[in-house]
């Protein structure tokens, strides 16, 4: 975890057409790779890679639409996307309250951040190669 100052750099994203815009200030709390279905489902690829960065970081312009999905929790997941291209901006998830998870291959420049860990491994694809040394079967978060 990096502490954030008021000289930390903005990083920036945005959907595919340009209408949702995005910042967030100084580094993620966690990178990661989620294999899960619904992410796989969502992205149209292997995986999603995601930065996780709190709500107090995260700015955005343009509107986006959402679709209420469910966790293994139960609780809700809020996937937003651009109304206008369909790509996938950021995950809201209720059992993680004050986190906003960004779509990570919206922004500007991902490249400054691998993968801390990779969850649902138990669905990823099994030609894909190891991508972080922390690794779980189900989620990351809360239930194994």
Known sequence: MTDHTTDDPTRSGGC???RVRYHFTGDPLMVAACHCRHC???SGTAFSLVCVVTDDQYRQTGETRVFQDKGDSGAAVYRHFCAHCGSPILSVAGILP???IIKAGTLDDPSPW????????NTALPWLPVLAA???????????
């Open 16 to 18: 595919l057409c340009g």
């Open 40 to 42: 796989q489902r969502q």
């Open 98 to 100: 004050g986190l906003t």
């Open 114 to 121: 691998r993968p801390m860990a990779e969850a649902y491994c």
């Open 134 to 144: 922390e690794r779980h079967p189900r989620s990351n978060i809360g239930q194994e």
